[in-house]
């Protein structure tokens, strides 16, 4: 199968990355290995930091589509498994995505700029939850922490896959286990019955009669609702 323009680019820029560092690869470098010429690589990309990312907006699109699909599952069925469709293009890239996350660990602008990529996944996944919660546009808290709680589960998953700690069949896993999590987290808490409120009433008095005669007159009299006095005893 023959390869676009765009696909040698990247293959090309990814192997110089693993050769030489990020830094030291230079576009020239990577039209060279691909055998392009440098007006092809800049249809292509805006610059050199183009090529570390994945297409994003087309991922975020896939995802608005599976959310728009699902409309007879749960919502947050939904959700796990428009996060499950991000997570399976990662583990599709293999060592690339390994690659390009060491790389972003070491260069602060990638850092910044895969941070900013988070927030059209966490857009999508509040508009889409709104229908959960019942929120308006204007005041949509509940779904913007449930978002929140799905793109951290997700990247939770990605990073220990990423880092090495899990193969691909224990990322799925880990990732249905993570979404568990979120549900559990997110079903509202059933109403318990509180034990009626015990009052006490104080009463202050003075009166000449032993203290042990007074006592089941004071109960009595703290019992009754509008007990003003203790017989026996002055205001």
Known sequence: ??????????????????ERGFHETTVDDVVARAG?????????????EDVIFPDHEALVAQVQERLAASSDAPALAAAS???????EHYLAEGDRARLRYRITRQVAAL???????QLPYHRAFRV??????????????RAELLAGAVVTAHNHVLRRWLRGHTE?????????????????WATPSAPTDLAPVQET?????????????????LRAAA?????????????
């Open 36 to 48: 392009v010429g440098r007006t092809t690589f800049f249809r292509a990309f805006s610059a050199k």
């Open 81 to 87: 498994d428009a996060a499950g469709l991000v997570l």
């Open 1 to 18: 199968m023959t390869s676009t323009p765009r696909e040698r680019l990247t293959d090309a820029a990814f192997a110089l990355f693993a």
């Open 201 to 217: 009433a104080i009463v202050v008095v003075r009166s000449t009669r032993p203290v042990d005669e007074l006592l089941p007159a």
């Open 128 to 141: 889409f939850l709104r229908d959960l919660t019942g929120e308006s546009e204007a005041s949509d808290l």
């Open 111 to 117: 850092r910044d700029r895969e941070a900013a990529s």
């Open 223 to 235: 019992a009754e609702p509008g007990a003003a006095h203790a017989p026996g005893s002055t205001a």
């Open 168 to 184: 691909a069949d224990a990322a799925r896993a880990e990732l249905g286990r993570a979404m568990a999590e979120v549900a559990l």
